[in-house]
């Protein structure tokens, strides 16, 4: 099965308050030897899959450049990552390969150097349509810049724009999210992600929100209540402009969802390179192999065997599991009767006790012998999820 390929670039701008991702703002001295560290992974990529018993398909049909801010490199290093991923890997004509982007960062000589190296898919990271909300939390573009960002793009010819919004930001009402949610439609984009702002320990403005202070506008956030009505109002009426849900956090329009992310959901094989990537392979004589690389810079480009990647096999047990909670994020469900085919009635005795529970609960439902998430049990998904855990 051909291979997905993710490639963490962790520098940015700036750090917005609300990320809890292993990225922030490096010197630039930096930038050269981390690409030279991940040419180096793609060129040893089959080394190491054999090293680990895994198996990796040189085939590639989707590539996804993601961070941090991937544009925050130089056209030269972009180029260079591209090339070298194609000496290593057969990627398809067809490829969807996608860059995440800050608005503000695409200039002429970035833009170029992403047409040139095939980029085909653009991931914005708006987050908010409304400047205050935006610069609350550190990003550096304003609406106009957004919408001149993605002018260029469609001139340069690439149509294929998702474009993420954060609900419960600090400042944000009812109505300067209806505003963005409006905005986000106008632009006409194929693709839009919505997120709930995460409120944990692993962010600048999440432990300052659990703290109850008023560092980075933690006292303007919305309560969960009024997150969760945000939310549900993006949901309405994106669908109803038919860019239609198709996973928790991710709609669009026919056609247009994410190849890349779909291979995480259902479970198809990926390999993750550089800070804090993740690989899911096949295994020689097993279910799968996780390949979790070490989540600070130093330690991915000075590694020592003191810091190894960690390597998890997975059981059948454990894949059946990760095939109810990722396939339930996406709106099409699973099938327990398929389950039952790829791994035994046995297997799925508990399985189907959890979901006759979720179902009676109203946190599934049943539709053409699949089950699914009902709206409810979106909002609680990680509740859900945890059910199906051995």
């Known amino acids: ?11 940015c ?11 922030g703002v490096f010197s630039q ?11 180096a992974e793609f060129a040893n990529a089959q080394s190491m899959a054999q090293t680990h018993g895994a198996q990796l398909d040189s085939g590639v049909d989707t590539v996804y450049l993601g961070g941090g801010t991937p544009t925050t490199l130089a056209p030269e290093d972009l180029c260079r990552l591209f090339a070298h991923m194609r000496q290593s890997f057969a990627i398809a004509p067809a490829a969807e390969i996608t860059v ?6 695409l200039d002429e000589a970035v833009l170029a ?13 708006v987050q908010s349509f409304v400047d205050r909300e935006a610069a609350a939390v550190g990003r550096l573009h304003t609406r ?23 609900a419960g930001l600090p400042h944000q009402t009812a109505e300067s999210w209806e505003f963005s949610v409006s905005e986000v439609i106008e632009t006409g ?5 919505v997120y709930m702002l995460e409120v944990d320990e692993d962010s600048r403005l999440g432990r300052e929100v659990m703290a109850g202070g008023t560092r980075y506008h933690a006292h303007f956030v919305p309560d969960d209540a009024m997150t969760i009505d945000f939310y549900e109002v993006a949901c309405q009426r994106l669908n109803a402009a038919g860019i239609a849900q198709y996973e928790i956090s991710n709609f669009a329009r ?8 779909l291979k995480y959901w259902t479970r198809q094989p990926y390999l993750g390179v550089g800070v804090d990537a993740h690989s899911m392979l096949g295994a020689e004589g097993g279910e799968a192999v996780r390949i979790a690389k070490p989540d600070t810079l130093d330690g991915f480009l000075y590694p020592t065997p003191l810091m190894p990647p960690v390597v998890t096999r997975v059981s059948r047990a454990q894949a059946l599991e990760e095939r109810f909670f990722l396939g339930l994020r996406l709106n099409q469900g699973v099938s327990p009767a398929e389950l039952e085919r790829e791994f035994g009635a046995e297997a799925m005795g508990p399985q189907r006790a959890v979901v006759a529970r979720c179902v009676a609960e109203g946190l599934l439902e049943e539709f053409a012998e699949r089950v699914r998430l009902t709206p409810r049990g979106r909002l609680v998904s990680n509740e859900v999820f945890e059910r199906f855990l051995e």
């Open 189 to 193: 984009v194929p693709h839009v992600s």
């Open 1 to 11: 099965m051909p291979t997905g390929v993710y490639l963490s670039v962790p520098f």
């Open 144 to 166: 106009d810049v957004t919408l001149a960002d993605i002018a260029r793009l469609r001139a340069a010819g690439i149509t294929n724009i998702n474009l993420d919004l954060i």
């Open 29 to 39: 001295s930096q930038f050269a030897r981390y690409v030279e560290r991940a040419c």
């Open 254 to 261: 026919p056609g247009f969802e994410s190849r890349h992310n």
């Open 113 to 125: 150097a992403l047409v040139a190296s095939g980029v085909n898919r653009i991931s914005f990271g």
């Open 100 to 105: 995440e982007c800050a608005p503000g960062t």
């Open 13 to 23: 701008r700036s750090k917005c308050s609300y990320c809890n991702f292993a990225s």
